[in-house]
């Protein structure tokens, strides 16, 4: 390695800034908004030092409407990985990577507090509002998924109940998960009224789902990965609780670029790259790994929507 790329290392590194966006962004992928919030630090700032940071090669980035989100490139290189791991060394012992790593949670609940304070607010006004979806005939295919009756199923982010209303109609033992109160408020009356006042409603985040490990047969997440700061994360929770031999089913939206879903339905996610998908679900250890766009939702005004699905081994999950 030449004395110039040693010396551009040593350079880049000797901002304390550079290096504490670079240890968040080694932990997450996370927007420049973010990296505000987390930092208390003015736009121009975290740009720039993004700026030096993306032009040594350290970042890599992804768009998402008008969101830009970096990460650390996980292919660092030439000789930043043994420079990189001297700097995370001495941080250990550094305050401010305990302010920086306290600040990232404290921000991650306020994101999702503004999600959980949206769906608080629209509460049972939700099935107006869930008409733009105009997903009805998708419902019935995803449960079709489900082939043997007699069944404990989970529905992760249950909203008003529809889905756990359809899958215990099918003889389904099931347990709805949201957690927004005012949700499972407006599911209980649902269900109620429909003659499925067994199925049982537990308050819960889809990231520490309020179930035991292997306690369910399938897991449903209808609508719901959108809304969800780190998707893969929660698909992995959905493998834990399930049986071995059981099935994750997502349905949600394909990649679009509705930038007003965000504003009008509090959105996190504008849909998935069906391919990003398929690689959360295999990551997660599942088999069968099955994926398919709704032929009914192209060409209509809203964003196309999938069906994906797949099955927990019946052996030791894969590491
Ligand atoms: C778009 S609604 C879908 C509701 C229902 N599955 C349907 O299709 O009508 C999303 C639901 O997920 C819930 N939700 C969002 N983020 C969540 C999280 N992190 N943990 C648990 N539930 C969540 C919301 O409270 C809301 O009820």
Partial sequence: MSIDAVQKIFKTLSDPT??????LLEREELAVQDLMAILGMAQSR??????????????????????????MNPDLPD?????????????AEDPTAARDSAALSVHHD????????FFDAVGPEWDALRKVFNDDSLR???????MPAGLTVADIGTGTGILARELHALGCRVVAVDHSPRMLEAARANLDEAGASDVELREGSAEALPLTDGEVDAAFAHMVLHYLANPAEAITEMVRVLAPGGVVVLVD???????????????VWLGFPLEDVRG????????DVRIELDADSAGRELPKT????????LGPARP
């Avoid at 999938?306 to 081994?313: D, E, H, L, Q, V």
């Fill in 280 to 287: 959360w679900l295999a990551e997660a250890g599942l088999e």
């Fill in 18 to 23: 550079r290096i504490r966006i670079l240890a």
């Fill in 253 to 267: 939206f394909e990649r679009h670029d509705r930038e007003w879903m965000r504003e009008e339905l509090g959105v």
């Fill in 46 to 71: 975290v740009s720039r030092h993004l700026g030096i940071l993306r032009e040594a090669g350290l970042l890599a980035d992804r768009r998402d409407g008008t969101f830009v989100f970096y990460r």
């Fill in 110 to 117: 306020s994101r999702q507090a503004r999600t959980r304070a």
């Fill in 140 to 146: 019935a295919r995803a449960v079709a998924r489900l």
């Fill in 306 to 313: 999938f069906i994906a699905s797949g099955r927990k081994p």
């Fill in 79 to 91: 000789g930043w990985r043994s420079a990189w791991s001297l700097v995370a060394k001495a941080r």
